[in-house]
């Protein structure tokens, strides 16, 4: 059924938590197993209330401990939010000027740095070299600024300053050494007392905090049994920290909070970091509007390009969406947010699994509690990404995603322009038909019915609302229909179209 024709919009505490004919619980299994999740916490908000929030899986698969709305997972890239929320309250409190020289507040910056602004370092649009690409950079030990200034203070600046925008974790190391210097306090005592601490979040901190902050108990002490909540309270429902292993099932070490600091060195429960959020959606953190702004809105290169992108925030046309996304090692994070005035949800979801992209899972959960904010098409059949670009520019960045893979470009049907060639109008709508054919004969090879369905395809359309979506065939069901559901071939296919489109759609 087409969610055009699904109703009108859910009435706030229904029971039908469901989209298309899937219950959230059954959307977010299916992604687990398809994606080998081990475990995973979600939380929705339809502001001012956090009405559901559920663990699935193990946060621990060693010890056997559940996921839980208590569980701490890393934040990941929704840390850099924290950071311009912190600068912002500076601002706020008129001690720093998102538009002077950062050389003003951290004088021993290469000098090719000084034109630099705070306000280009939260765009990531200073041109700052990534310190993570450094070959002696090492995220699981303590660092201090000096040393990993070090690392890139020699290195030329990857474009004129504000011209350009390019993910750089030394953006958040310069603008939280100038929060330091500005508040007179460490970054983690400024953020825990304007923010954790400020709105009471008890299931947030820094990697540091996991062992002070909160009490959990070693189970591995007990046979991974749980003894000490029998007899002391505070150990009933206990925030515990997600664990992650690799191939080997060697754990996998958190991340120290200098390594990556303002960047991703938050850990926080699902709840917390949806909390926190409708915090920042109001006038609660940054109070004034022109000010949050900053922190949440598009912006323009000199040129005038349209920049749908802050301070690992990306923004989307379709009813005000956001969202911040990312991974570090072992996990993954995803923090949405619809900010249309009729409704303001958010869904976080957080894991211990490292590349895993929630988008497409995250909007069809914001679809079950509330028709506005669905696709308007059948996600169950498709893959549907919303693009940041307009489709001429996403069909652009999407040939050169193709070019960059050498994977060739067999076809490209303009169906907007054949329609105006047949004196009828029609919104933008295009498809680039791709493929390799040495894959593509081995899945005929086994069954040559299967040559209907190749090579593959990607469709590129702005509709009525002027939102450019990326589509493709979910190649799992594709697969099932012709007895290929246990060939490897398939789900690396699919990961393929799901980075095509990803590339093509996202800024960051």
């Given amino acids: ?45 339809q502001a001012p209330y956090i009405p559901r929030v559920a663990g699935y899986g193990l946060s621990d698969t060693r010890q ?36 002077a020289p950062v050389v003003k507040y951290v004088p021993e910056l290469p000098e090719a740095w000084h034109p630099v ?28 600024f000096e040393e990993l200034l070090s690392l890139v203070k020699d290195r030329r600046l990857s474009f004129e300053p504000g011209t350009q925008v390019r993910l750089s974790a030394s953006n958040f190391l310069v603008l939280t050494e100038i929060i330091e210097r500005v508040s007179a306090m460490s970054y983690h005592d400024f953020v825990m007392l304007r923010q954790i601490d400020y709105l009471g979040l008890g299931h947030t901190g820094f990697s540091e905090d996991l062992d002070t902050r909160f ?30 292993y690799d191939e080997d099932g060697n754990n996998i070490e958190r991340i120290d909070s200098s390594a990556l600091r303002g960047f991703s060195d938050i850990w926080a ?21 022109e000010n949050r702004a900053v922190v949440y809105a598009p912006w323009q290169l ?50 211990n699994k490292e590349n895993v992209d929630f988008t497409n899972l995250g909007r069809r959960i914001a679809g079950a509690f509330g028709d506005l904010l669905s696709t308007c098409y059948d996600d169950n ?23 960059e893979r050498e994977i060739p470009l067999f076809a490209k049907f303009d169906h907007a322009r054949n329609a105006e060639e047949a004196g009828l109008h029609l919104r933008p709508t295009t498809v680039l038909v791709f493929g390799s054919p040495k894959v593509g004969t081995g899945l005929m090879q086994i069954d040559q019915s299967i040559s209907i369905e190749l090579p593959l395809r990607i469709s590129v359309w702005e509709d009525e609302n002027g939102c450019t979506w990326l589509a493709f065939l979910r190649l799992r069901q594709m697969a099932g229909q012709y007895g290929l559901e246990n060939n490897p071939v398939m789900p690396k ?5 799901e980075g095509l489109v990803r590339q093509a759609g996202n800024v960051y």
């Fill in 1 to 45: 059924m087409n969610t055009r024709e699904h109703s009108a919009m859910k009435m706030r505490g229904s029971a039908d938590t469901s989209y298309l004919g899937r219950t959230i619980d059954q959307m977010i299994w299916e992604f687990m197993e398809e994606q080998q999740i081990p475990g995973l916490t979600l939380a929705i908000v």
């Fill in 64 to 99: 056997r401990r559940l996921s839980s709305p208590n569980t701490l997972w890393p934040a990941g890239p929704i840390s850099q939010a924290f950071a311009a929320v912190a600068a912002m309250q500076l601002v706020e409190d008129g001690q720093l000027d998102l538009d």
């Fill in 117 to 144: 602004t705070a306000r280009q370092l939260m765009r990531h649009a200073a041109g700052l070299p990534d310190y993570r690409d450094a070959g002696d950079y090492n995220p699981f030990r303590k660092w201090n």
């Fill in 215 to 244: 009490r959990h108990e070693d189970i591995s002490l007990t046979d991974n049994v749980h003894q000490i909540f029998k007899g002391d309270r505070l150990y009933i429902n206990p925030a515990e920290p997600a664990a992650a």
């Fill in 269 to 289: 429960s699902a709840q917390d970091i949806s909390f926190w959020d409708i915090g920042l959606a109001g006038s609660v953190l940054i109070h004034e509007p």
């Fill in 302 to 351: 000199p040129d005038g390009t349209e920049m749908p992108a802050v301070a690992g925030w990306q923004f989307y046309k379709h009813r005000g969406l956001m969202d911040i996304k990312g991974s570090v090692p072992g996990y993954s994070s995803f923090l949405s947010r619809f900010t249309h005035p009729e409704e303001l949800v958010c869904v976080t979801l957080l894991a």
């Fill in 381 to 403: 059949r498709l893959f549907l990404l919303e693009s940041q670009f307009p489709a001429a520019d996403t069909i652009a960045r999407l040939e050169e995603a193709l070019r």
């Fill in 493 to 497: 296919m699919e990961a393929l179209m």
